[in-house]
């Protein structure tokens, strides 16, 4: 699959459930996007957002820990140029790159899965995964 290269427009991170995120880096609590929720905004006619984030902080997150499979939007912020967000698994392999900054998008389908999301920098200590069901 192609890797796309993120572009210089950083902005704040809006997840699927209003205007936070959730810092998974440890894991402290799951935020599920529950199939309701992505029923809702399909028919109004939209994709599902999943909102990615990574900061030198090294602090690396996915805005839903669970979904159901399906079609989605997602946006990755990437604020810092020592790391990079990097998401694997079934007919999945997008990553924005370790010196680049910015906000990138990617249409992604994901399948019945657990995707793991890492810092491929950090792969050990910057690492979360999103269940998809």
Excluded: F
Excluded at 16 to 35: F, M, N, W
Excluded at 42 to 69: D, E, N
Excluded at 93 to 120: A, E, F, P
């Amino acid at each position: 699959m192609a890797q796309a290269q993120p572009h210089a427009s950083p902005d704040g991170v809006v997840s699927a459930h209003g205007d936070h995120s959730t810092v998974i880096a440890p894991r402290t609590s799951e935020q599920v996007l529950t199939e309701a929720d992505v029923a809702a905004i399909r028919k109004r006619g939209r994709l599902p957002k999943l909102t990615g984030k990574v900061t030198g902080a090294q602090v690396i997150s996915i805005s839903a820990t669970s979904v159901s499979a399906g079609r989605y939007r997602l946006v990755v912020n990437d604020s810092t140029p020592d790391h990079n967000w990097h998401i694997q698994g079934l007919g999945v392999d997008l990553k924005t790159s370790v010196s680049g900054t910015g906000r990138t998008k990617w249409k992604v389908r994901l399948r019945v899965d657990t995707y793991h999301i890492q810092c491929d920098v950090h792969p050990a200590t910057m690492r979360t995964s999103i269940t998809v069901t």
